[in-house]
Each structure stands twice: as C-alpha cells, then as structure tokens.
C-alpha cells in the first residue's frame, strides 16, 4: 500500500516548492511514498520525474455532456452562445474535445505514472445552483465509456486507469449495478476503481458527522461485493456537509446572467459541499483495512504546504502512522 499526497504541476503553484528535491522533503514530511500530479498549466521547474510521482488526475470539466451529445439547445441554454463554449472548451468537435485528455495520458505513460484517474460525471453551474439533475447517471456513465475507448484504442499504456467517483451524475457508488457497468463498457483492460471517500459521503446528501461518514463507506464497499475487488486506490478525506446540502436544496437561489458568473456561484457551492478536510477518528483505519487499496492518496485541500503538511498528518495520526 502507497500513500500518496495530491499536487499540482503549474509554475505559479509549485513557487512553494524550490526544486526537485524539496518536493521530495515534502512527500516525507507528509510520511508519503510520492505524489498524484494534476496538470494545472505550464511546468518549467522540473520537480516532478518518475521518481516522486506514482499517480495523475486526468484533465477534467464539470460538464462536458451536452458538447459530447452535440446537444445545441442545452449549450445554449447552458453558455449561451456558441464563442462561449466553444472558448470554454477550446473545442469546435470531439477530437479537439479529447486533445487534453490525450495529452495528461501521453504524460503519465512519460513520466511513469502507475494510475490515472479518470472522474466519472457531469454537471452544469445551473444543476449546482438548484441541485436538479439533468442527466441520469447511466448517460454519464455510457458516455465516459465512449470517451475512455476512444482515447486508449491501440494504445500500450502501461499505467492503471482509475475510475473515480463524484457526487453529482455519474458513478456515485450508490449503485453496484452502475459500477459493473462502468467497468463492463470499458475496453480498456487494466482499469479499477479509485473510491474518493470524501465524494461518496457527500452522495446520500445527510452525512453530518465523521462516524455516520465513515459507517456509510463501509456499507457502500460491502454492498459492492465481488465488485469491490476493483477498489484500487482511495482519495482519502472527509466531507460531513449534508446540513449544507439540505439547506441548499432548500432556498433558492438566482443564477447570474452571465456564464462565468454563474460559473463562480455553483463553485462557491461546491466548496461549500465538497471540503476534503482530513479524517480525525481512528475509525478510519477500518476503510483501509476492508478496501486493501493500493494506492491511497491524501487529496486534502489546504491553501499553503504549511497547512496541507498539518492536515495530512492530522490524518496521519487517525491511521495511527504517527
């Protein structure tokens, strides 16, 4: 079992970091074995090689459906007019849709990544804002299917591809039905599932404490059976917001007219709903114990190294690895 801490490979961020060597001190610190890498621009400091990272987050937008479909009225409905989110894209067609995609994954097999993670849904500012779905979970899921088969036919990636659970529509981990599903209409052959625990207790949308969080992990790996044996890796943290959410759901709230103002509102939101806090209660070694995960990575949100590196081991500690 690795145990990973989540990072980002972009100039302005990695400015915490002065080279190579002090990211490694701080995978150590972090009593880390490496770290999963998401690309969040341009990289000249040449920290990450294959020797600190194990994992990369896959290049992903919230919604990205509705442009797959070549759905127009949606789009329009959605950005409003076609410069809108064909910029927002960067995209006129699929294959320049995918052009991202393919370039994380050309990376990964580079740097020798051994898993990626690919996020299984899809949803709008506007689903945010009212928390009414617009899409069922089998559309998403069929679609991402579509997409993953496109983006690895005749090629000889070596890393795991990773399926990773949200809390809007797609695989949420509700349904052991949609899981195989999502396993069954990939091609790909070295595929899994990385179960985000902080995700899967946001989906039931009542999760107020750790421990009722951490009973519904628990529940939802042996619901899952057989299937569970897919459970590769976690991103391991907590999110016990479901005050929040009821409340949400419970007022409303006027989109903003213009889309990267509506964009703004449903991602306040989703901090509000998402928090990747880290685990405090010893229980927590329960999940690991039952999954047997692979890979386990600290995705926990902290503004400055100082604060991830305290958060981690507060984390740490509930494992009982300090």
């Given at each position: 079992m690795k145990h990973i801490v989540n990072t980002v490979s972009e100039n302005f961020w990695l400015e915490q970091y002065k080279d190579k060597a002090d990211m490694n001190k701080f995978i150590s610190d972090c009593l880390c074995d490496g770290c999963e890498v998401i690309r969040g621009g341009e990289d000249t400091t040449g920290i990450y090689d294959k020797d600190n990272v194990i994992g990369v987050h896959?290049?992903?937008?919230?919604?990205?459906?509705?442009?797959?479909?070549?759905?127009?009225?949606?789009?329009?409905?959605?950005?409003?007019?076609?410069?809108?989110?064909?910029?927002?894209?960067?995209?006129?067609?699929?294959?320049?849709?995918?052009?991202?995609?393919?370039?994380?994954m050309e990376y990964a097999e580079a740097?020798?990544?051994?898993?990626?993670?690919?996020?299984?849904?899809?949803?709008?500012?506007?689903?945010?804002?009212?928390?009414?779905?617009?899409?069922?979970?089998?559309?998403?899921?069929?679609?991402?299917?579509?997409?993953?088969?496109?983006?690895?036919?005749?090629?000889?990636?070596?890393?795991?591809?990773?399926?990773?659970?949200?809390?809007?529509?797609?695989?949420?981990?509700?349904?052991?039905?949609?899981?195989?599903l999502m396993l069954e209409l990939t091609d790909y052959?070295?595929?899994?599932?990385?179960?985000?625990?902080?995700?899967?207790?946001?989906a039931p949308q009542n999760i107020t404490d750790e421990k009722q969080g951490i009973d519904f992990v628990l529940e939802t790996v042996r619901k899952h059976g057989e299937l569970s044996k897919y459970f590769k890796a976690l991103h391991l943290h907590k999110s016990t917001t479901g005050e929040y959410i009821q409340k949400h759901k419970a007022t409303f709230i006027e989109p903003k007219e213009e889309f990267y103002e509506r964009w703004a509102q449903g991602y306040d939101i989703i901090l509000n709903i998402d928090k990747h806090q880290p685990f405090e209660n010893p229980r927590v070694r329960e999940i690991l114990e039952l999954v047997e995960p692979e890979y386990v990575t600290h995705e926990i949100s902290a503004k400055t190294r100082e604060e991830k590196l305290e958060k981690v081991l507060v984390q740490m500690k509930a494992l009982g690895r300090i």
């Open positions: 896959l290049f992903f937008y919230p919604a990205w459906l509705d442009f797959w479909n070549s759905d127009i009225e949606k789009l329009k409905l959605h950005f409003g007019t076609q410069e809108i989110w064909e910029g927002y894209y960067r995209a006129k067609n699929r294959e320049e849709f995918l052009l991202p995609y393919r370039a994380d740097i020798g990544a051994e898993y990626v993670v690919f996020h299984v849904n899809d949803v709008s500012n506007e689903e945010v804002i009212s928390y009414k779905w617009e899409h069922s979970d089998e559309e998403v899921i069929r679609a991402v299917a579509e997409i993953v088969n496109e983006l690895t036919r005749g090629k000889n990636y070596h890393f795991k591809l990773l399926f990773e659970n949200l809390f809007t529509p797609g695989m949420m981990l509700l349904k052991p039905s949609e899981t195989a052959e070295n595929k899994g599932i990385l179960m985000d625990t902080g995700h899967l207790m946001c």
